[in-house]
T-cell receptor, first 107, second 115 residues
């Protein structure tokens, strides 16, 4: 079993829909990261959080330390949000990555 | 400020040939990471440097992979000889050790195709 599990693996939605991507982990962590990767592009950090909730524009990330679970939400989704979203946990100065969720937003 | 720079962006070689990738981290970042990313998967750590010291290379296949960071700044990852299964994206990242959390900044990656 992977230490970091994301769901769903693939998600297709229509423009404007509310999107939720989930991440569960099995190890003790100091922080959790949500990252975005566009096709052919590098990885960009979206959020780094250790508790509660963070918001940046249309993106919201939450984490529940007791349940070892985090969610990434996108409100009013847009085709430019199409990318792979990766959850990673910070375990003793080492990032352990989930397999990613491929999001496709259709116009 | 320039981000993490990697070169080349793309490389196609035949199996059994050597290949090298180069990474220049963000100025002042003393921690450097090399990751391997297979298609449809998340990155997997190959090696982590603190300055010029490799502090975690447990996942580096040392029979064919080598890395160096001689002056604690830029780094080179080498594969010799390359195998078909080495086709992947090789990502470099850097971070500033001592910051509250381990925020890493990633380069664009080198996409390697072994024929």
């Amino acid at each position: 079993k992977n230490e970091v599990e994301q769901s769903p693996q693939n998600l297709t939605a229509q423009e404007g829909e509310f999107i939720t991507i989930n991440c569960s982990y099995s190890v003790g962590i100091s922080a959790l990261h949500w990252l975005q990767q566009h096709p052919g592009g590098g990885i960009v950090s979206l959020f780094m959080l250790s508790s509660g909730k963070k918001k940046h524009g249309r993106l919201i990330a939450t984490i529940n330390i007791q349940e070892k679970h985090s969610s990434l939400h996108i409100t009013a989704s847009h085709p430019r949000d199409s990318a792979v979203y990766i959850c990673a946990v910070d375990e003793a100065q080492k990032l352990v990555f989930g397999q990613g969720t491929r999001l496709t937003i259709n116009p | 400020e320039a981000g993490v720079v990697q070169s080349p962006r793309y490389k196609i070689i035949e199996k059994k040939q050597p290949v090298a990738f180069w990474c220049n981290p963000i100025s002042g970042h003393n921690t450097l990471y090399w990751y391997l990313q297979n298609l449809g998967q998340g990155p997997e750590l190959l090696i982590r440097y603190e300055n010029e010291e490799a502090v975690d290379d447990s996942q580096l296949p040392k029979d064919r992979f080598s890395a160096e960071r001689l002056k604690g700044v830029d780094s080179t990852l080498k594969i010799q000889p390359a195998e078909l299964g080495d086709s992947a994206v090789y990502l470099c990242a850097s971070s500033l050790r001592g910051s509250s959390y381990n925020e890493q900044f990633f380069g664009p990656g080198t996409r390697l195709t072994v024929l």
